[in-house]
């Protein structure tokens, strides 16, 4: 069974950072691409940045380039997500997900910053 886990999420004022981890298991990290998702109540649920594990290629959305940083440690099946400076409209659920497009879905973590 593959399984997902998320963690890191919590309530950070304006500026601050987090930084969002999710730990993989039932599931062989070679070759795959992962990928961190936010969703906001009402909206649809929005790609933020995705890594691949063989040739460590990233990719940021728009709104998250030059703040957010995707990594992983392939030897522990898991993926980061370092958030600094971050703002109040990062408020969301977020997600981590395996596979493009996406197979396996986590539960997700709550992050919430505070203005």
């Known amino acids: 069974e593959v399984q997902l886990v998320e963690s890191g999420g919590g309530l950070v004022q304006a500026g601050g950072s987090l930084r969002l981890s999710c730990a993989a298991s039932g599931i062989s990290f070679v070759d795959v691409t992962v990928g961190w998702f936010r969703q906001v109540p009402g909206k649809e649920r929005e790609g933020v940045a995705y890594?691949?594990?063989?040739?460590?290629?990233?990719y940021y959305g728009d709104s998250v380039k030059g703040r957010f940083t995707i990594s992983s440690d392939n030897a522990k099946k898991a993926v980061y997500l370092q958030m600094n400076s971050l703002k109040p409209e990062d408020t969301a659920v977020y997600y981590c997900?395996?596979?493009?497009?996406?197979?396996?879905w986590g539960q997700g973590t709550q992050v919430t910053v505070s203005s």
């Open positions: 997900a395996v596979g493009l497009p996406p197979e396996y």
């Open positions: 890594v691949s594990s063989s040739d460590g290629w990233t």
